[in-house]
């Protein structure tokens, strides 16, 4: 599986950005598509994640304002981020998980949040 994400950029705060991660490639028994971050000096985190079936999780800090969704005649998920905040800066990386077949990492596009 490949990834690759796109969308970022810098915008004021309470502004939106929508991020896109197109895969190519198998992706048969990949179970979780997600989105996680990752700021200077921190780990990276979690952001949001759909499953196969639909059923999707968010950060608390981001519950509300981030919604993720998925195409899958495109193959493409979506991280819509809305009300965005200085302290979302980071960078966003989508993430392809299988129970089996494990993770799968693109490369990640920056979002910078400036107040």
């Known amino acids: 599986v490949q990834l690759q994400a796109s969308g970022g950029g810098l915008v004021q705060a309470g502004g939106s950005l929508r991020l896109s991660c197109s895969t190519s490639g198998s992706i048969f028994s990949i179970n979780v598509m997600g989105w996680y971050r990752q700021s200077p000096g921190q780990q990276r985190e979690l952001v949001a994640s759909i499953t196969s079936s639909g059923n999707t999780n968010y950060a608390d800090s981001v519950k509300g304002r981030f919604t993720i969704s998925r195409d899958n005649a495109k193959n493409t998920v979506y991280l819509q981020m809305n009300s965005l905040k200085p302290e979302d800066t980071a960078v966003y990386y989508c993430?392809?998980?299988?129970?089996?077949?494990?993770?799968?990492w693109g490369k990640g596009t920056l979002v910078t949040v400036s107040s």
């Open positions: 993430n392809a998980y299988g129970i089996v077949r494990g993770n799968y």
